[in-house]
Protein backbone atom coordinates (compact mmCIF):
# COMPACT_ATOMS: atom_id res chain seq x y z
CA UNK A 1 0.00 0.00 0.00
CA UNK A 2 2.65 2.69 1.04
CA UNK A 3 4.54 1.77 -2.09
CA UNK A 4 1.54 2.02 -4.47
CA UNK A 5 0.79 5.52 -2.40
CA UNK A 6 4.30 6.64 -2.91
CA UNK A 7 3.91 5.76 -7.06
CA UNK A 8 0.49 6.95 -7.20
CA UNK A 9 2.34 11.10 -5.67
CA UNK A 10 5.38 10.64 -7.79
CA UNK A 11 3.36 10.62 -11.16
CA UNK A 12 1.01 13.41 -9.84
CA UNK A 13 4.29 15.52 -8.99
CA UNK A 14 5.91 14.73 -11.74
CA UNK A 15 2.88 15.05 -14.32
CA UNK A 16 2.47 18.57 -12.87
CA UNK A 17 5.72 19.08 -13.31
CA UNK A 18 6.05 18.09 -16.62
CA UNK A 19 2.99 20.31 -17.55
CA UNK A 20 4.43 23.72 -16.38
CA UNK A 21 7.71 23.01 -18.62
CA UNK A 22 9.67 21.54 -15.49
CA UNK A 23 13.25 19.95 -16.56
CA UNK A 24 11.88 16.32 -14.68
CA UNK A 25 15.58 15.32 -14.65
CA UNK A 26 16.84 18.32 -12.60
CA UNK A 27 13.54 18.12 -10.31
CA UNK A 28 13.98 14.21 -9.65
CA UNK A 29 17.61 15.64 -8.77
CA UNK A 30 16.02 18.50 -6.40
CA UNK A 31 13.64 15.48 -5.28
CA UNK A 32 16.32 13.29 -4.17
CA UNK A 33 17.66 15.55 -2.08
CA UNK A 34 14.85 16.41 -0.08
CA UNK A 35 12.41 14.57 2.21
CA UNK A 36 10.80 13.44 -1.18
CA UNK A 37 13.28 11.03 -2.05
CA UNK A 38 12.83 7.30 -1.96
CA UNK A 39 13.18 4.00 -3.44
CA UNK A 40 9.87 4.80 -5.61
CA UNK A 41 11.84 7.61 -7.17
CA UNK A 42 15.14 5.65 -7.92
CA UNK A 43 13.33 2.79 -9.74
CA UNK A 44 10.16 4.37 -11.22
CA UNK A 45 11.38 8.16 -12.05
CA UNK A 46 13.16 7.84 -14.82
CA UNK A 47 10.62 5.07 -16.23
CA UNK A 48 7.63 7.26 -16.16
CA UNK A 49 9.28 10.33 -17.83
CA UNK A 50 10.25 7.95 -20.63
CA UNK A 51 7.30 5.96 -20.54
CA UNK A 52 8.62 2.83 -19.89
CA UNK A 53 6.82 0.66 -18.41
CA UNK A 54 8.40 -2.82 -18.65
CA UNK A 55 6.57 -5.04 -15.96
CA UNK A 56 8.33 -5.67 -12.69
CA UNK A 57 5.31 -4.94 -10.65
CA UNK A 58 2.17 -4.86 -12.25
CA UNK A 59 -0.05 -2.34 -11.86
CA UNK A 60 -2.93 -4.92 -11.93
CA UNK A 61 -1.15 -6.52 -8.89
CA UNK A 62 -0.76 -3.29 -7.44
CA UNK A 63 -4.77 -2.84 -7.22
CA UNK A 64 -4.99 -6.34 -6.34
CA UNK A 65 -2.47 -5.40 -3.23
CA UNK A 66 -4.21 -1.95 -2.84
CA UNK A 67 -7.40 -3.25 -2.37
CA UNK A 68 -6.88 -5.91 -0.09
CA UNK A 69 -5.20 -3.34 2.22
CA UNK A 70 -8.58 -1.68 2.12
CA UNK A 71 -10.24 -4.64 3.31
CA UNK A 72 -7.93 -4.92 6.05
CA UNK A 73 -8.11 -1.23 6.96
CA UNK A 74 -12.12 -1.09 6.73
CA UNK A 75 -11.86 -4.36 8.53
CA UNK A 76 -10.00 -2.08 11.53
CA UNK A 77 -11.90 0.75 10.85
CA UNK A 78 -9.12 2.71 9.74
CA UNK A 79 -9.66 5.63 7.40
CA UNK A 80 -7.51 5.25 4.52
CA UNK A 81 -8.29 8.14 1.90
CA UNK A 82 -4.95 8.01 0.28
CA UNK A 83 -4.93 4.18 -0.33
CA UNK A 84 -8.83 4.70 -1.79
CA UNK A 85 -7.17 7.25 -3.97
CA UNK A 86 -4.54 4.83 -5.14
CA UNK A 87 -6.48 1.98 -5.44
CA UNK A 88 -9.00 3.60 -7.64
CA UNK A 89 -6.15 4.89 -10.27
CA UNK A 90 -4.56 1.15 -10.34
CA UNK A 91 -7.85 -0.02 -10.92
CA UNK A 92 -8.43 2.93 -13.78
CA UNK A 93 -5.56 1.44 -15.30
CA UNK A 94 -6.59 -1.88 -15.40
CA UNK A 95 -10.31 -1.11 -16.08
CA UNK A 96 -8.14 0.63 -19.26
CA UNK A 97 -6.71 -2.59 -20.23
CA UNK A 98 -3.62 -1.69 -19.10
CA UNK A 99 -3.14 -3.74 -16.18
CA UNK A 100 0.03 -5.01 -17.44
CA UNK A 101 1.58 -2.04 -17.13
CA UNK A 102 4.35 -1.86 -14.69
CA UNK A 103 3.30 0.00 -11.74
CA UNK A 104 4.98 3.03 -13.23
CA UNK A 105 2.53 2.96 -15.81
CA UNK A 106 0.01 4.89 -13.07
CA UNK A 107 2.18 8.38 -14.96
CA UNK A 108 0.33 7.79 -18.05
CA UNK A 109 -2.84 8.97 -16.20
CA UNK A 110 -1.16 11.61 -14.55
CA UNK A 111 0.70 13.42 -17.73
CA UNK A 112 -1.03 15.67 -19.69
CA UNK A 113 -2.10 14.73 -23.07
CA UNK A 114 -1.37 10.68 -22.33
CA UNK A 115 -4.47 9.06 -20.85
Same mark, same amino acid.
Given at each position: ? @??? $??? =??? =????? $?????? $???????? $?? &?? !???? &?? @????? =???? /???????? +? &???????? &?? /? =?? %???? %??? /?? !?????ATYEQYQKLVEMGKGELDK??????? +?????
Amino acid at each position: M @VMN $INT =AAL =AEGLG $IADSLG $IDLNMLCN $IF &SQ !TGAN &SR @VLETD =AEDM /ILRDHDCY +F &SAAHAAKD &SG /I =AL %ALAA %AQG /IN !TPLAQATYEQYQKLVEMGKGELDKSGVAELT +FKGRA
